[in-house]
């Protein structure tokens, strides 16, 4: 049985407790929140666990196998640290840090101890993502060419982090796992209109090793519906998710373009264009709540030796695109490559 302890018991504290505790394999011991209305919640909730005032007390609790921080990014570095320190693995909240320097030491400091991280990325886990991971690596769409996402909605307005920080962590964690190609470069351009000089509107363009497939990413505060869509096309076939739809969130598209060179006998060449049009269908997702499937996975990985697919290099790649946005923001959307 493998000990829990939970570090933040805000907005999406609850959850990550309510998952933990229905696990047959963990067994939720402690929550810790500085404020003591968030502490009598969950010692209300959980009237077995141990409520703590100060994250040392969970990191340094000798019961205490895994240390799951659900606070604001800016202390993700140092709590998760001081976790690896003292022994434990860690389960972190995306994004996993506010630098790519912080996510590698942690990522060094928890090879050192022969410890686990896993970043939050709880998208990668909806029946959604599960089932176009599946199409896209059993080649059904073909090569992919083009990876197209939307995510606007009206606010909400964060007080420390931009539009990008906020929103493209669950865009970019998502395309990383389902495309293969190394993202190398970025281009981004973004404006604040309501929030200081932190962008409310952003566009953002990811480069990757293969010269002939690019992503495109809108992110945005100021819309006045809500729009979570992502089409990934390929050369065979077409990707549709609706996230926001009640039903057929995935869509499967059979078209395409189809390209014939004819050469006259004058050596006159003639590039013509065929659009096929085929049938649509939509596959079946499985409806288990993402974050259930995430914990058990992760205790699953800790319980045979096994490094989880979102680990702390996932959350590294999430991280040096933040950055690499940002930079490009500041610069009036100049290419930044990845490896400066």
């Known amino acids: 049985m493998i000990n829990v302890g939970i570090i933040g018991f805000g907005y999406w504290g609850p959850n990550v407790a309510r998952n933990f505790n229905a696990s047959p394999e963990a067994r939720l011991t402690a929550i810790c929140d500085l404020r003591p209305q968030r502490r009598l919640v969950a010692t209300t909730t959980y009237p077995f666990i141990k409520g703590y005032s100060d994250p040392s007390e969970v990191i340094n609790d000798p019961e205490i196998d895994v240390v799951a921080v659900v606070t604001p990014v800016s202390s993700h570095y140092e709590l998760a640290r001081q976790a690896l320190l003292n022994g434990k693995h860690v389960f972190v909240e995306k994004p996993f840090t506010m630098n790519s320097q912080q996510a590698q030491d942690l990522i060094d400091l928890a090879a050192s101890r022969d410890l686990k991280i896993m970043v939050d990325h709880t998208f990668l886990f909806t029946g959604a993502v599960q089932k176009m991971k599946e199409i896209i690596e059993a080649g059904e769409l073909g090569q992919p060419l083009c990876y197209d996402s939307v995510r606007i909605n009206l606010g909400l307005f964060q007080h420390d982090v931009n539009v990008v920080w906020d929103l493209a962590p669950h865009d970019f964690s ?15 351009q973004g404006v604040s209109h309501y929030n200081g000089d932190l962008e409310d509107v952003a566009y953002i363009t990811v480069y990757f090793e293969n010269p002939h497939l690019i992503a495109h990413f809108h992110l945005n505060w100021l819309s006045p519906v809500k729009i979570r869509r992502t089409i990934v096309s390929g050369n065979r076939k077409m990707l549709l998710w609706d996230d926001v739809a009640a039903d057929e969130k995935v869509k499967i598209y059979d078209r395409g373009v189809e390209l014939k060179i004819e050469t006259s006998e004058e050596h006159v060449h003639n590039l013509l264009i065929n659009y096929r049009i085929g049938d649509v269908y939509v596959p079946k997702l499985d409806a288990t709540e993402a974050l259930k499937k995430e914990v ?15 680990n702390g290099q996932a959350g590294l790649m999430v991280v040096k695109l933040l950055e690499a946005a940002n930079r490009s923001i500041a610069q009036k959307g100049q290419l930044v490559k990845l490896n400066e």
Not at 296 to 309: A, G, M, Q, T
């Open 296 to 310: 058990d996975y992760f205790i699953d990985c800790l319980n045979k030796n096994v490094e989880p697919f979102n």
């Open 174 to 188: 998502i395309m990383c796992h389902l495309i293969k190609d190394r993202p190398v470069a970025v281009s981004a």
